[in-house]
């Protein structure tokens, strides 16, 4: 761990930002690079490079990342312990920090929060303000054993890519502690990539907080004059869409003690096959699991997911797909850094029924690699 402070500064279309690590495990440009969001609430994006998200990265990379922050993760924390993995861009990241810290612990459970609603109980609904979409869904675990796990939790782990403010932290938990009732929490543990939120959540916090990232530090943005405002697409959408989800509900939304890891079972590769295994929107934990198994078959493996974040092309973003979302809710979605490269082969994988790919998506995937297959749950 490094204490001393380092600089990383960007100049994109709209301002300057200036990034300053002040603690950390890795270097700020193995981390991220910057993007320009389509966001007239935040025009500057942290765009990561272990997080499978916006860049396909190794499996490997993504494993050794949830590692070195459950490590960090106090091992005193009394039990029982829920996880929350933050929607949509933490859903996989939550996934592999429980998956890692779980083994060392008794009493636990996983939950992601979503933008999909599901067969299930409500738990609790809560905000993320600066978002391209701003609410959360929180269903209570559909297993008795998993429910009663997370309703009587005494510490709570909250996993998010990145803390700014600590706001949707701080939403979060006033969501648990109020409308949910877990009136047992007495610690909460904050997991990021990045954390850039000093002590903002401390000091907003009732309970005692610890924090763990991969860095710590701060950031400012310089706005330049006249510059344009971006106008966003209408992604901001939380509902039940056109397509019914035919997928199991077994990694997060309505509880995970132990991941499944069964997509895909009879999948083979090539030595050195270039695959890209493609998760989708919130269904990524899976697929990544997936992706690992042929990684460690000797497949030449890259993960990534479709996104509905809206990003513009350049600086890290190389290349962008645009096209109609798999759940029917018209809502553009995105992959991000596969329209330039090439690779053998590509594995989408869905948790909708195969026809509700969108066939601009496969057109797009099809100039990438000679082989496009859809993975869905049978």
Request: with cysteine; proline share 7%; hydrophobic share 40%.
């Amino acid at each position: 761990m490094h204490n001393q402070s380092t600089l990383y500064r960007k100049e994109l279309s709209g301002g300057t930002l200036t990034v300053t690590s002040t603690e950390g495990i890795l270097p700020l440009e193995f981390l991220f690079d910057i993007a320009e969001r389509r966001n007239p609430k935040r025009s500057f994006l942290f765009v990561s490079k272990v997080l499978g998200k916006h860049i396909p990265v190794s499996p490997q990379i993504m494993r050794s990342a949830y590692q070195q922050l459950a490590r960090q993760i106090p091992a005193t924390l009394p039990e029982p312990i829920l996880f929350i993995g933050m929607a949509e861009t933490a859903v996989g990241l939550g996934a592999g920090v429980y998956h890692e810290a779980a083994k060392r612990f008794n009493e636990t459970v996983y939950l992601t929060s979503t933008r999909h609603p599901v067969d299930g109980e409500l738990m609790c609904e809560f905000k993320e303000d600066h978002s391209h979409a701003t609410d959360h869904l929180l269903y209570h675990p559909a297993c008795s054993v998993l429910r009663a796990c997370a309703h009587n939790a005494r510490s709570v782990v909250l996993i998010d890519d990145e803390a700014t403010t600590g706001k949707t932290f701080i939403n979060l938990l006033a969501a648990l502690r109020t409308r949910a009732g877990l009136s047992a929490i007495e610690h909460v543990v904050t997991v990021t990539l990045t954390d850039w939120s000093g002590s903002a959540l401390s000091e907003q916090c009732p309970l005692p907080v610890t924090s763990v990232s991969l860095v710590k530090g701060g950031w400012q943005w310089e706005k330049k004059t006249g510059a344009p405002v971006p106008v966003m697409p209408d992604v901001n959408v939380t509902a039940k869409g056109s397509v019914p989800i035919s997928g199991k509900q077994s990694w997060g939304r309505l509880g995970m003690a132990k991941p499944a890891n069964d997509l895909g079972p009879g999948m083979t590769v090539e030595p050195k096959e270039k695959i890209l295994v493609l998760g989708t929107g919130e269904f990524v934990w899976e697929p990544f699991l997936l992706a690992e198994r042929l990684e460690a078959e000797g497949a030449e493996v890259r993960f990534s997911s479709t996104t509905r974040s809206p990003i513009s092309t350049g600086f890290a973003i190389e290349s962008g797909i645009s096209f109609a979302d798999n759940y029917g809710l018209g809502i553009p979605n995105f992959v991000y850094n596969v329209a330039h490269q090439r690779f053998d082969r590509i594995l989408l994988c869905i948790e909708t029924p195969p026809e509700s790919v969108c066939p601009v998506l496969l057109d797009a995937l099809s100039t990438v690699a000679p082989i496009v297959e859809v993975i869905a749950y049978e």
